[in-house]
Each structure stands twice: as structure tokens, then as C-alpha cells.
T-cell receptor, first 118, second 114 residues
Framework: DARVTQTPRDKVTEMGQEVTMRCQPI?????VFWYRQTMMQGLELLAY????????DSGMPKDRFSAEMPDATLATLKIQPSEPRDSAVYFC????????????????FGPGTRLTVL | QKEVEQDPGPLSVPEGAIVSLNCTYS??????FMWYRQYSRKGPELLMY????GNKEDGRFTAQVDKSSKYISLFIRDSQPSDSATYLC??????????????FGRGTSLIVHP
């Protein structure tokens, strides 16, 4: 049963600390997305990778957030330094892009990392 | 104003009712329209995916797109308590560099009571 995995599932940290969230996409998928979900803003796209290359990160605060794919089986999202306003659920999703452009027909979401910054 | 507007609800209906969930959007470049269901403390899962204006049916679910009005709907027939979840609309549009990126609505919380 292929699924996207995310670690940790829950993270509580203090303001100023570095936070690293990890995602293992479904084997064979060539796109990875990072989202942040809050009650106020809903689901917001932070970063988008295709074939491990960053395609779009316009939704990500560049001063403190960074996203990477060191290899095809691992995507990371880092926050340094973390702030209370970063408290949210962070989702990773993977999918198969049909070609060099155009949307995914389907993204498969992981269970999310619930981040609380005190 | 957000590009995609969706009433957060909650929407409470009795079992067996027909449910109508809606989103409006302002970006005419959106081309692909999706509905996701999200249970509490879970990730969203895709329910329906449409490209053109018109209706698409899958079991108890019907997705409707009206591009001229920039309005999409999801209808659920014979609603069940297991349908209780948050429903998110999503729309894909072109971004810089030739890629497409999704924009999500805030989600509507649906409660189906027995």
C-alpha cells in the first residue's frame, strides 16, 4: 500500500529553534509539494518540486524557510529560526506529472506534521 | 480578496440530504478543478477532477464547473454520516516558468447527522 510518509507527526518547539520536517514521496512519483494549513488561511502552497528541481517556491517566506530534495526518496522543509506564527500543519504531497508542463491529475497527501512553536 | 473563495461553514444536514458545496474564483486562467475531502487529522484525498465546464458524476458525487461564472460546485446525494469531513476545492493555473500550481479554497466543514 504505497503512501506518502512524513516525520515527525507532531513537533513542539520554542521560538528561535530550527525545525526540520521530512517527507518520503511515493516511489516513482516525480513531483513533491509542501503545503501549510491553518484555520485562517487554509491550505497554502509553499514549494513545488518536479524531478527534484524546485519549480515554484513563491509562497514560501525565503528568509526563514528552505525546501530541498537531496534525493528522490526524501524531501525536507526547514524553518530557521522558528516563530509562533509558523504554528500550523505542514503537508507533503507527491504525484506524477504527465509531461514537462501541466498539472498533476492527482496528488497524494501525507498525514502532515503538526508544528507548535511556543 | 483571495483568488478562491469558499464558505467555511459548518454545514449541518440530516442523513439522506442532498449537499451542495461551492467555490468561486477570480482568476480566469484556472483550467483544472478538483475537489478534495479531508477527515480530521488526516491529509486531503482527491474526490473529483474536472477540466471543462459541465458536469461529471461519480457515484453519489457530481462535480459541476461553470467557467463563465467562475463557479464550481460539488453535490453529494444521499449523504451519509461518513461523509462528515472538510471539503476543499482546488484549481490549477499557470505559474511562471511554464509550470502549473494549485490554489486551494479554505474548505467547507460538512456534518451529516443520523
Amino acid at each position: 500500500d504505497a503512501r506518502v510518509t512524513q516525520t515527525p507527526r507532531d513537533k513542539v518547539t520554542e521560538m528561535g529553534q530550527e525545525v526540520t520536517m521530512r517527507c518520503q514521496p511515493i516511489l516513482g512519483h516525480n513531483t513533491v509539494f509542501w503545503y501549510r494549513q491553518t484555520m485562517m488561511q487554509g491550505l497554502e502552497l509553499l514549494a513545488y518540486f518536479r524531478n527534484r528541481a524546485p519549480l515554484d517556491d513563491s509562497g514560501m517566506p525565503k528568509d526563514r524557510f528552505s525546501a530541498e530534495m537531496p534525493d528522490a526518496t526524501l524531501a525536507t522543509l526547514k524553518i530557521q529560526p522558528s516563530e509562533p506564527r509558523d504554528s500550523a500543519v505542514y503537508f507533503c504531497a507527491s504525484g506524477l506529472a504527465p509531461g514537462p508542463s501541466g498539472p498533476n491529475n492527482e496528488q497524494f497527501f501525507g498525514p502532515g506534521t503538526r508544528l507548535t512553536v511556543l | 480578496q483571495k483568488e478562491v473563495e469558499q464558505d467555511p461553514g459548518p454545514l449541518s444536514v440530516p442523513e439522506g440530504a442532498i449537499v451542495s458545496l461551492n467555490c468561486t474564483y477570480s482568476n480566469s486562467a484556472f483550467q483544472y478543478f478538483m475537489w478534495y475531502r479531508q477527515y480530521s487529522r488526516k491529509g486531503p484525498e482527491l474526490l473529483m477532477y474536472t477540466y471543462s465546464s459541465g458536469n461529471k458524476e461519480d457515484g453519489r458525487f457530481t462535480a459541476q464547473v461553470d467557467k463563465s461564472s467562475k463557479y464550481i460546485s460539488l453535490f453529494i446525494r444521499d449523504s451519509q454520516p461518513s461523509d462528515s469531513a472538510t471539503y476543499l476545492c482546488a484549481m490549477w493555473g499557470p505559474a511562471s516558468g511554464g509550470s502549473y500550481i494549485p490554489t486551494f479554497g479554505r474548505g467547507t466543514s460538512l456534518i451529516v447527522h443520523p
